[in-house]
């Protein structure tokens, strides 16, 4: 069973950064992909960021220019540097790791536990 496990949410004002971290229980060098989601009270949880394994990304509009996802596979952790927030980014940051296993290459999904992120304006 694949656990990852997220950090570095908190309370920052209109403008700040902080960093997400999600550490992976084993090498996320065998991940298909890894991303990161969000769900702000009474939403959908949404894509923010994503990231394969051959380091193509992808991100959510609302976020293009501001957050930047990044993987260090000898630390087995995935980062979400997020800078200019807003308080409309305002939610609790899901880590996601998807693998593809066997024949007929299965989807297996992980999520962690959540951080909370809380930007006041």
């Known amino acids: 069973q694949v656990q990852l496990v997220e950090s570095g949410g908190g309370l920052v004002q209109a403008g700040g950064s902080l960093r997400l971290s999600c550490a992976a229980s084993?090498?996320?060098?065998?991940?298909?992909?890894m991303g990161w989601y969000r769900q702000a009270p009474g939403n959908q949880r949404e894509l923010v960021a994503e990231v394969t394994t051959d380091g193509r990304t992808n991100y959510a509009d609302s976020v293009k220019g501001r957050f930047t996802i990044s993987r260090d596979n000898a630390k087995n952790t995935v980062y979400l540097q997020m800078n200019s927030l807003k308080p409309e980014d305002t939610a609790v940051y899901y880590c996601n790791a998807i693998r593809l296993l066997g024949r007929f290459r299965d989807r297996y999904v992980y999520w962690g536990q959540g951080t909370q992120v809380t930007v006041s304006s």
């Open positions: 084993i090498s996320i060098v065998s991940m298909d992909g």
